[in-house]
Each structure stands twice: as C-alpha cells, then as structure tokens.
C-alpha cells in the first residue's frame, strides 16, 4: 500500500520552529521528488518547498526562502521540512507529495504530483 505519512505539525510560538517529517510506505523514496504544500483557510494551496532525487537540488518559494529548509533521508525513507522563524502567515496545513522522477522550480505547483501525504496542522499562537 503506497502512502506518504506527515508528522510534526503543531502549535509554535511566534519565531519559534518546527520540524515536519514525511515517510514514505510501500515504495522507495529516493526515485522520487518532493514537494511541501500549504493550504490556508479560504486560500489556494501554494507550493513551499521542493527537493529532487539528486541531493543539493532544492527549491524555495519566496515567502519561506531563508526560513525553511528541506532534506532528505533516502535511508530512512523521509523527508523533513525545517521550518524556523515562524509567522502568522505560516499558519496552515502542510502537506508532502511525490512525483517519480526529478523536479525543477516548476514543480512548487500541484499539478504533477502522484501522492499526497495526509496534512498536519501549523498554527502560530500569535
């Protein structure tokens, strides 16, 4: 059963950090790109980060540049989203989604993702 499993959502502190993490179930992670979403109430869902199968080549969107960092763990089956210097804005729910094969910047949209995590929740207590 092919899955990608989100953990490490959560209520932050204004400036504070969380760490999401997204494992993947039934296949091998390091075949694939990831990318980290975010869905605000009454908003579009908005690409956040991506990562291809070749570590180094990572992608930002403007909003979370120098604030959020993304990796991976081919070994374990995971991928994070590091996420620093929280703002009210960040608030939303975060999803992971995979594509076989490579990404490149176009890829902090949707639309050719495969597999789609479950959602976690970040608020900031703001």
């Known amino acids: 059963h092919v899955q990608l499993v989100q953990s490490g959502g959560g209520l932050v502190q204004p400036g504070g950090s969380l760490r999401l993490s997204c494992a993947a179930s039934g296949f091998t992670l390091g075949y694939y790109g990831i990318g980290w979403f975010r869905q605000a109430p009454g908003k579009e869902r908005e690409g956040v980060s991506c990562?291809?199968?070749?570590?180094?080549?990572?992608y930002y969107a403007e909003p979370v540049k120098g604030r959020f960092t993304i990796s991976r763990d081919n070994a374990k089956n995971t991928v994070y989203l590091q996420m620093n210097s929280l703002k009210p804005e960040d608030t939303a729910v975060y999803y992971c989604?995979?594509?076989?094969?490579?990404?490149?910047?176009?890829?902090?949209?949707?639309?050719?993702?495969?597999?789609w995590g479950q959602g976690t929740q970040v608020t900031d207590s703001s």
């Open positions: 989604a995979a594509i076989l094969g490579s990404v490149t910047r176009s890829d902090l949209s949707p639309s050719r993702y495969q597999y």
């Open positions: 990562i291809s199968t070749s570590v180094g080549d990572t």
